[in-house]
């Protein structure tokens, strides 16, 4: 049996869960008592929890069963980056079940070294200890079926609000990595130009959203500051279009649906968001795709 190895962020289960999580997300450093408490009452103001796992497991569930439609059978292996099971705690349960050869996937479409990168790091090493042979996807952000259900997305918002501008919105990372040469921003731009295009988009805005605050620089400009920017120029609307996410979580529900909808009323902006893709169906199809032709290329 071929194993399919969906890899996501992953998500605290209880709010007594978030300070292990949080420690993890800060390579081991155990946060303060104010830091736990602040992400925990986020966490409290999107219900109490994360839809993160479940959507991430239905959208594990659907890909495997688009390839097994195409006569592809696979098993689905759901594995984290920030909480329990591990990708690497995933691929050592598909060693135990007997899988010998994965294909990978991670459900962010927009390649980092600082994101992607980490995962398909400790994707390669937990497949070479447990002699699973993996070949990952490394990065989707301009395949069709995607923008394409990106794209009916902002057309769906623009049905309400006709006369919005779009701004299109990815997780900020540190300023950093430029010097490397990243192609994170060239991608993220090379989306919303694709998405533009096909949604008919005559103008729109790029923003970083959910720097962390660090010492050190992130990219910006931050979603708040394009949004008085707008404002300023005169703009009553805005349609909030978050490309570099596919599921509904924190950094959806709070970070643009409370955050940054509270800075746009403070201002006046009307401000609708695009609905995440989560299992869409072109979504699904699109990383079935990738994930076909990864075993493909494996071969
Ligand atoms: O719904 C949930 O429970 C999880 C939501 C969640 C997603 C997510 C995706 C990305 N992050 C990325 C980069 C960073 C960097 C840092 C960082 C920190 C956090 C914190 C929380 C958090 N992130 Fe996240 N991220 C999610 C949640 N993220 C909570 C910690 C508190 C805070 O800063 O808000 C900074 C780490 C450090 O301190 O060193 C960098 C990127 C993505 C999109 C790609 C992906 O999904 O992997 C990039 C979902």
């Known amino acids: 049996m071929t194993g399919l190895l969906v890899m996501a962020y992953g998500t605290p289960r209880t ?27 986020r966490y409290r103001r999107i219900g109490g929890r994360s839809p ?16 097994r439609r195409r006569g592809r059978a696979v098993r689905p292996y759901v594995g984290y980056k920030h909480a329990r099971p591990f990708i690497a705690d995933a691929v050592a349960q598909m060693a135990a079940d007997g ?9 962010a479409p927009h390649y980092s070294r600082l994101s992607v990168g ?3 790091e400790e994707a390669s090493a937990a497949a070479r200890r447990a002699g699973v042979a993996l070949r990952c996807v490394s990065d989707w952000h301009d395949h069709p079926g995607f923008i394409a259900a990106v794209a009916a997305r902002v057309r769906q918002a623009l049905e309400d609000l006709p006369d919005a501008h779009v701004v299109f919105t990815a997780h900020s990372l540190p300023a950093r990595i430029l010097s490397w040469g990243d192609p994170y921003p060239d991608q993220l731009a090379r989306t919303c130009a694709l998405v533009a295009e096909r949604a008919g988009l005559q103008e729109w805005t790029f923003a970083y959203q959910s720097a962390s605050a660090t010492s050190e620089p992130w990219l910006g400009p931050d979603v708040a500051d394009v949004l008085r920017d707008l404002r300023a120029a005169g703009r009553r609307a805005v349609i909030v279009c978050p490309v570099g996410f596919v599921a509904d979580h924190l950094e959806v529900l709070y970070d643009i649906d409370i955050e940054a909808r509270q800075v746009a009323s403070d201002i006046g902006l009307r401000l609708a968001r695009t609905r995440s893709l989560n299992a869409d169906p072109d ?17």
Not at 18 to 27: D, K, M, S, T, W
Not at 28 to 41: F, K, M, N, T, Y
């Open 283 to 299: 979504v699904v199809a699109a990383l079935a795709d990738l994930a076909a032709q990864a075993l493909e290329e494996s071969r």
């Open 15 to 41: 709010l007594d869960d978030v300070e292990a999580y949080l420690a993890h997300i800060r390579g081991g450093r155990r946060p303060s008592a104010e830091q736990v408490r602040h992400l925990q009452d």
């Open 99 to 107: 899988v010998r050869e994965a294909v990978g996937v991670v459900l």
């Open 52 to 67: 993160l796992d479940e959507i991430t497991r239905a959208q594990a569930a659907a890909v495997a069963e688009q390839l």
């Open 118 to 120: 980490a995962y398909l």
